[in-house]
């Protein structure tokens, strides 16, 4: 049983270009969310897709955005890069329905903006 | 109000000893708690999580003791093994927010063998 699957692994972007992240959740799930850590910090929140709708935001600005497929997989795509947003990014996925369905995690995409 | 504040930021325990993680929150609308292992180059991995209801939950050398009236709770780690090296997160999500998770700083723990 696949668990969630992010790509790539590593990416370098230079300041002002875009960017676009992918996540498969994991077998069964039907959320996606996506967070960001920074380096030596915990991640942050910046928003969660439910069938194919974008249904919670953290305080990122408009130059992150999303999508969700309907095989439920999801992208996040970041807008005219910034030196700061060089971060882990972690896609998280889980069950809509059932509150006590816990966020399983990707291993992240390392992005780094020069 | 939506900050979990997390201490300390790093420990250094002995093989066999205690590790304890403690976390503090302001927002009353928290109502499920787990704590994350994430190891180098690995996402956070779900280790123990606890609801208000409870004060404290246990799951093998793992413990998660809650006190809803002071609004901290902290992990346990006992009988600590070099295997367990690695940052420790604790985390808060708020009653219908649908998953949304705040996440403390984190704790590298090390233990020496």
């Known amino acids: 049983d696949a668990g969630v699957t992010q790509s790539p692994t590593h990416l370098i972007k230079t300041r002002g270009q875009q960017v676009t992240l992918r996540c498969s959740p994991k077998?069964?799930?039907?959320?996606v969310s996506w967070y960001q850590q920074a380096l030596g910090q915990g991640p942050q929140f910046i928003f969660q897709y439910y069938e194919e709708e974008e249904r919670q935001r953290g305080n990122f600005p408009d130059r992150f955005s999303g999508h969700q497929f309907p095989n439920y997989s999801s992208e996040l795509n970041v807008n005219a890069l910034l030196l700061g947003d060089s971060a882990l990014y972690l896609c998280?996925?889980?069950?809509?329905?059932?509150?006590?369905?816990?966020?399983?995690f990707g291993n992240g995409t390392r992005l780094t903006v020069t | 109000q939506q900050q979990v504040k997390q201490s300390p930021q790093s420990l250094i325990v002995q093989k066999g000893g205690i590790s304890i993680i403690n976390c503090a929150y302001e927002n009353t609308a928290f109502d499920y708690f787990p704590w994350y292992q994430q190891f180098p180059g690995k996402g956070p991995a779900l280790l123990i999580a606890?609801?208000?209801?409870?004060s404290e939950k246990k799951e093998g050398r793992f413990t998660i003791s809650f006190n809803k009236s002071a609004k901290q709770f902290s992990l346990h780690i006992m009988d600590s093994q070099p295997g367990d090296s690695a940052t420790y997160f604790c985390?808060?999500?708020?009653?219908?927010?649908?998953?949304?998770?705040?996440f403390g700083s984190g704790t590298q723990l090390t233990v020496l063998p």
């Open positions: 998280a996925s889980t069950i809509q329905g059932f509150s006590n369905s816990p966020l399983h």
């Open positions: 985390a808060a999500r708020i009653s219908g927010s649908a998953r949304q998770l705040t």
């Open positions: 606890i609801r208000p209801d409870v």
């Open positions: 077998s069964g799930h039907d959320t």
